[in-house]
């Protein structure tokens, strides 16, 4: 019997999941636990593995595909093996029509192809094949339906159907809307020029998976919380006394060595649990303030960007927070995260340090309410008691969704974070 | 000093469609004409012809009769009441178009306009100068006959159309210099009158801008009713002579030979009316007012439509340019549109035309077919005792209708069956398609269509 491969549920709040590239083909013989595709929720892109070894013998959707958790995608079997033509039919047996179940489309392999191409869904198809599978002539037929149904002018739709232009696409420019010759011509040059740029050097990608995600849910953050970004100078010289004696100790004990990143996380943490305006999130009309401080900590991995959840990072000493970021870190480069571990964040920190970036207007990581964007440390004339001296200084901003709070409290937290740098064994109080 | 909205000078087709256009728009228009309302069109030229060609039409049906059995005794006319109908129509329309540019509230001022840059406009009245400012101009000032210049031309006494629809003396013979179509219009007008007409066109056929087919089936026509067409001629020299005129011409094989006639029409062409407009310095295209795509002249804020911008110098295309100009001027952006325009030639038989020939087409690219259906096998043409033929040029691969030629009985109001179905951007098969009377003339264009199928 033909083993299911299903949509994985990988998270408590994961209703759907997107197909992103099937990493083996049908036909292809896989084995048990072998990457098999890549799946991508609305926080990250996973692999899924083979749950059996033998032939993958069926794969229902293509990449960009939208599935309902444990819906089944795709089976695994032994060659030859008979499994449904479609995900929501079951086995056939001998010469009998497949029964129908429940409100699942049913179409072809071959119709839903089609309906891929024509940009058709199949929802709106009526099939026509046995017990009313949707068959490739009927999304066809659909389609044509749906041609002719926009208005355009008869020689429009000749035109449109001759160069594969969807006329729903068109703007039409005629009288009331009409599509016209023109109108088709135009999108016909549109679609001319986007292919042959693509012929040229240029390379283009397509918006897919993580960088989707991230697009998303960036515009999302930055098109309706309204952002404001403070700014203040931090001198480091005691953290990075603080890093020079700390550092072979922490090492000795976790193997892993103490960067700047935990020690702002650590005078983050403590700064949040004083000032909890800013340690909360806007849901509907109600703002919450949480009672436990969750910091995100923006890693980039190829092509993104992932934010693992470093929990109650405020109880958590600075071996602790070192261990934890640097395996979260690594776990994000290589693709290892689970969605637990991707969420429950109340704050976020990004930190550019590393390169030669002073300062910076980060967006705000939604739920959340606010951001803490790093610069890097470098040394700079301040003036110290009346006399310009060199110090190590860093420049902190801090963003945050002015619906939540406003610049007074945002402004306190920024002043505490301040002093916890700069006289850091505050952080012991 | 009053000030509208939006001026227009020059009340023909092009003048008068954009002041009630503009009216509907703006809020105050005013419309400037030195002569009669209504240009050319009206007072001497497509409404005077077709009012003579009606009577030219009606006698020769009188002729055909005869031979189908209808006697009516010898044929008598009286060319004082032929023109007296026809001031009848004039006057009846000029009343129209007063009275609704009266309804529309359209100050209409008598007298030559002379326009300045600024968008003043001093009008020269009978009672004396008014000046007036507008926040738009549209110059509207037409055409006048072209003169070409030929030998002692300047001592003879010759017609243009300004002219000619005004003359109650019938002549034994005239000489029409030009065999385009005013040319051919009214060689069937005089020729129905039993003149002797001679037609000298310097291009190797009549109708040189036409398809040549249709050229060909009407030179036959007219030969058939003995107008002479002498074609690759020119008029070298005009001489009066006696009470008629002495033409020498030199034919298509370059003999030079003398040609006697009593009277003279010189119909070459028209050239813009630029009176009035010097101050503007207007950027030229040729002859004629340069404009872009929305009738806008090098001035800001004027605007040329008509025979002033050249382009095909139909009075319908000037009351389309006018429409699209009085929009513009009244805060729209509109482009003249070109693609639909039929082209009509009242002669018997009528010759229309509309888009682009197979010629053009193939010029300009297109994969053309052409379909011709001769009229001998329509049954309408049939009983009506009449010829002709339609042709229709189609693109593939999409079938659709680039042009189409019509020659016969009431093909001027046939041509619109197809302009329809271009301007709706139909194609061969829906006019294959469509279901029409028969008995019909128009039955010939789905025959030509299902032939392309």
Known sequence: MAEEIRMPKLGATMETGTIGTWLKKEGDRVQAGEPLLEIATDKITIEVEAPASGILLKTYYGPGDVVPVQEIIGYIGEPGEVVPDSPGAVFPAGDEIPQPSDGKIRATPAARAAARRLGMDLASVRGTGPKGRIQKEDVEAAYQQLQQQVKATPLAQKIAGKENIRLADVQGSGIRGKITRDDVEAAIAAKREASESGESRVQTRKVEG???IIGERMSQSAFTAPHVTLVTEIDMSAAVELRKQLLPIIEKKTGFRLSYTEIIMKAAALALKLHPAVNASLKGDHIIFHDHVHIGLAVAVPDGLVVPVVQDADRKGLAELTAECKTLARMARENKLTPDLLSGGTFTISNLGMYAVDAFTPIINPPESAILGVGRIHEKPVGVDGSIVLRPMMTASLSFDHRVMDGAPAGAFLTELKQLLEQPFQMLL | METYDVAVVGGGPGGYAAALRAARLAGSVALIEKGPLGGTCLNVGCIPSKTLLR???????????RQWGIETGPLSFSPEQMLARKNRVIEKLRDGI?????????????????????????????EGMRTIRAGSVILATGSQPLIPSI???????????DTIFDTARIPKSLAIIGGGVIGVELACIYSSLNVEVTIIEAADRILPAEDEEASRFLHQRLTKKKVKIWTGATVQEMRQAGDGISLTVKD????VGSHHVDEVLVAVGRTPNLSGLSE??????????????????????IYAVGDLIGGCQLAHVASAEGMVAAANACGQRQKMDYRVVPRCIYTLPEIASVGISEEEAKKRGFRVRTAKYPLSANGKALAMDEDGFVKIVIGEPYGEILGAVMVGPHVTEMISEI???????????????????????IEAIGDAANSLL
């Open chain 2, 419 to 441: 302009s329809a179905f271009m301007y709706l951007e139909g194609t061969v098969e829906e006019l294959a398609g469509m279901i029409r009377p028969h008995p019909s003339l």
């Open chain 2, 252 to 255: 298509a094989s370059g003999g």
């Open chain 2, 280 to 301: 503007l310095r207007l950027e030229m295209n040729g002859r004629f007012v340069a404009v872009n795509s929305h009738l806008e002249t090098s001035v800001d804020g």
């Open chain 2, 151 to 161: 030998e002692g031309m300047d001592r003879v006494r010759f017609h243009t159309t």
């Open chain 2, 98 to 126: 007063a009275a609704v540019l009266k309804s529309r509230k359209v100050a209409v001022f008598q007298g030559q306009g002379v326009v300045h840059p600024d968008r003043t406009i001093t009008i020269h009245t009978p």
């Open chain 1, 210 to 212: 993580m960088r989707k």
């Open chain 2, 55 to 65: 009577h030219a039409e009606v006698i020769e049906l009188i002729h055909k009769a």
